[in-house]
């Protein structure tokens, strides 16, 4: 299952939810689970932003190598799920392709809607979702010029959301992807090993 991550500037929620997957990935065995991101208005070239950078370090993930990409309809295309941070991206994202609205969710609202079904695939994320219309906003803010205490919590609430979605589609979505597909990205390093103690502290709140 490859899953792109789109935000805006492409320097912090998306590339910490990319980089994240790719701690998860390797944490649980799943080579075929692979990860990109990239902005709408991307900062192209730029590094993740330095508290981004330190969130994902914080959580157990590898900001190595990243520089920030603009959102292109080839992206889209190779991505059997795209998880956006807003409402407003994903519809932006719909646009791009015919066909790519059923795979296109934001996160919060995919995690939402495998929570409450139980959901095991994208199809059936897709086919679940006019059934569980949510009325309030799905969004996760940017926290560009905020505070480091900012970045932890958008870092945590993403990782809160994003480890049980991958834990309940990667298993059941796996497809061969190498990195010679995908040339850019960088698994995360065998030792890191973030998921199993966030997931617990979850359980135990």
């Known amino acids: 299952m ?27 065995g799943l080579p075929g689970l692979t990860a990109e991101s990239a902005g709408t208005r991307a900062l ?46 994903r ?17 919060a609202e995919a995690h ?13 994320l897709h086919r679940a979702r006019n059934d569980l219309a949510y009325v309030a906003r799905e969004n996760i803010a940017d926290p560009i010029g905020l505070s480091a205490q900012a970045f932890i919590e958008v870092g945590d609430r993403i990782a809160e959301l994003l480890f049980p979605l991958l834990a309940a589609l990667a298993p059941h979505e796996q497809r061969a992807h190498t990195r010679d597909e995908a040339p850019g990205l960088v698994i995360a390093p065998d030792h890191a090993r973030p998921l199993a103690a966030f997931l617990a502290a979850q359980r135990g709140r």
């Open 2 to 28: 490859h899953v792109l991550f789109v935000c805006n500037s492409n320097v912090c929620r998306s590339v910490i939810a990319e980089r994240l997957t790719w701690a998860f990935a390797a944490d649980n």
């Open 112 to 124: 939402r809607i495998a929570k409450v079904t139980g959901a095991r695939s994208i199809d059936t």
């Open 91 to 107: 519809e932006q994202v719909a646009e791009l392709a015919f066909g790519v609205a059923a795979r296109t969710f934001t996160l």
């Open 44 to 89: 192209v070239g730029f590094p993740a932003e330095p508290l981004a950078a330190e969130t994902i370090a914080g959580l157990g993930g590898d900001i190595g190598g990243f520089k920030a990409r603009k959102l292109r309809p080839e992206m889209v295309d190779r991505a059997d799920l795209v998880l956006t941070m807003t409402e407003s991206l």
